[in-house]
């Protein structure tokens, strides 16, 4: 599926970096410090070799980025895939300050509103097919399907309690 | 008790009086190593407030200082990534030694300081202090640069070197001849091996017998191996400081996480007394008649590390900015200068010039390495565009 490389270089006494090059020629990547600091390096462009930004991130920062970037990915495969399903959407859904700490039970989506929940991204990691004892935490976010109405409603549950 | 309260006050001025010049220094962005020494050079014998009383409790925190200094060096490398280090730059530190050491040494025996003497300022000249490059790095926001791996892995590669360097500097400083030097050496080598595998094997172990969850155990549980090995190693003449060295490799993992923390605070202390002791035995008016020896080497020595830095970053690819940029990162000297000089300066063989050179040096190198790393990038900038057809003939000397 991917046909990214990353190279991972260990930096003695530091931690480790690992990242890789875009199309463009550029190099994008993440430093890990022994202490667990996450840093976002981007190179620059006109010299590969040096680095234009390194931003310290911090873990819930890291999380809601990983996030960002890998839910799209997983909601337009799912999308692809029930083309052929009229009516039926996906959609990620972010988890609301009303139900951190409290189980996918506790949400009772699927009674109230016929939507299924197929996976939780959190600090970018999927966990597939949740079952209803799963613990959720604010800032996951839910890839739902469903139709658009019961969507909607499950937007407004999760975000409101 | 009058004299117990004269000394509490002194130390205490001591104290106090570097945590201003450490706080001068964090202003005007400069490691404080240099103002420690001057600190020192102050203090000390034919100074400006001559201290009495307190040298039975400065010198044996100096050699603390060492002690912890390279134990901490120790902890911050793993087994596997010193051997990768090795592997990935003995060329460039192959290179690094010769450019480097010799310098030092040539000044030495012009100045008739004889082999010894010779030997002693290779090293001086010879090892970049990891500390003020490593934060050097970091603060110029180049950790993810594609060149710092390569500066990095030069300095695991000095590093290990001095683990050799600073046995056999003992055994000559002991004067026992060729025989008991190559003696020295393969007894270092083999220690230093042995101590490589079992970390890289039974590391785990050695962390076990040190580890505790209490705060207060772990910390003189580690520090109290850590002074044992290092006065077993000493005993046996193959320093204390490299005991210390090898315990911090052996200690792996979490373990050696904690341990860091624990002890980074002590050894900014004790390291402070160590270079203020330094300072103290270095007679201010022995440093002008050598001054001009010393900004000799440090532009020499500028030269050759960035041609080091060059060299390495050009093996594994990376382009001409980025070349000049390690070459410079590697630039600054200073801890590990200094506890080689002070570990020759105790013998009599050693003249008392060599401390005031010593010193000279690695004030002038740690204020020029900062500097150097961060006005690398324009002036390498500038000459690209000013000189681009000379570029490719001069490209050994150009990033300076």
């Known amino acids: 599926m991917s046909n990214v490389n990353v190279e991972v270089t260990p930096l003695p006494g530091i931690g480790v970096k690992k990242d890789f090059a875009l199309r463009g020629g550029r190099r994008i990547g993440v430093i890990t410090h022994r202490d667990g600091k996450i840093e976002l390096i981007i190179s620059k462009s006109d010299d590969p070799d040096a680095c234009l930004a390194e931003l310290p991130l911090s873990v819930d920062e890291a999380a809601a980025l990983s996030n ?20 039926i959407h996906t959609r990620q859904i972010p988890v609301g300050a009303p139900f951190d700490g409290r189980t996918l039970g506790d949400t009772a989506l699927r009674t109230r509103t016929g939507v299924s929940v197929v996976a939780v991204m959190r600090a970018g990691q999927v966990h597939p097919s949740p079952t209803p004892d799963f613990t959720l935490t604010a800032g996951d976010l839910m890839v739902t399907v469903g139709t658009t109405e019961g969507l909607d409603n499950a937007v407004k549950i999760l975000k409101r309690g | 008790m ?148 390569v500066v990095l892995s030069i300095l ?72 044992l090995v290092a006065g077993f190693a000493s005993a046996m003449q193959v320093s204390a400081a490299v005991g210390a060295f090898l315990l911090g490799i052996a200690i792996s993992g979490s373990t050696a996480e904690n341990a860091t923390k624990l002890l980074e605070p002590l050894r900014d202390l004790f390291a402070a007394v160590f270079f203020v002791v330094f300072g103290l035995n270095t007679d201010p008016s022995a440093i002008p008649p050598v001054l001009g020896w010393a900004v000799v080497l440090a532009l020499v020595t500028t030269l050759t590390k960035v041609g080091t830095g060059w060299f390495a970053a050009r093996q594994v690819g990376i382009g001409p900015l980025g070349r000049a940029r390690a070459g410079a990162a590697l630039v600054a000297r200073g801890e590990f200068s200094i506890v080689i000089a002070g570990l020759a300066v105790t013998f009599p063989g050693i003249p008392p010039e060599l401390a005031a050179l010593a010193t000279a040096y690695v004030l002038l190198m740690a204020v020029l390495g900062p500097v150097a790393a961060r006005v690398v990038e324009p002036v390498a900038r500038w000459a690209r565009t000013r000189i681009p057809a000379r570029r490719q003939a001069a490209a050994p000397s150009a990033g300076s």
């Open chain 1, 68 to 87: 960002l970037l890998g839910a799209p990915q997983l909601v337009a495969q799912l999308n692809a895939e029930h083309q052929d399903l009229p009516g």
């Open chain 2, 2 to 149: 009058e004299h117990t309260a004269l000394e509490l006050i002194e130390l205490g001025a001591v104290f106090f009086a570097l945590g201003l010049l450490g706080r001068l220094a964090g202003r005007i962005g400069l490691s404080p190593i240099p103002l420690y020494l001057i600190g020192g050079v102050f203090f000390g014998t034919g100074g400006v407030i001559p201290l009495s009383g307190i040298e039975g409790f400065t010198a044996i925190a100096g050699e603390v200082g060492v002690v912890l200094l390279l134990l901490l060096l120790g902890l911050e490398y793993s087994a596997s990534e010193l051997v990768t280090g090795l592997k990935r730059s003995w060329a460039a530190g192959l290179l690094d030694i010769v450019l480097n050491g010799a310098p030092g040494a040539i000044v030495a025996l012009i100045l008739g300081w004889g082999p010894v003497g010779a030997f002693v300022m290779a090293g001086v000249t010879y090892i970049s202090s990891s500390g003020i490059v490593a934060k050097v790095l970091s603060d110029l926001g180049r950790l993810g640069n594609r060149e710092t791996p």
């Open chain 2, 156 to 227: 695991v590669f000095e590093d290990l070197v001095m683990a050799l360097y600073l046995p056999i500097l003992t055994a000559v400083l002991v004067g026992v001849g060729l025989a008991g030097g190559l003696t020295a050496v393969a007894v270092s080598l083999a220690v230093l091996a042995v101590v490589l595998l079992v970390a890289l094997r039974y590391g785990h172990l050695v962390s076990k017998v040190v580890d505790s969850p209490d705060r207060e155990v772990f910390l003189l549980k580690v520090l109290g191996l850590a002074l």
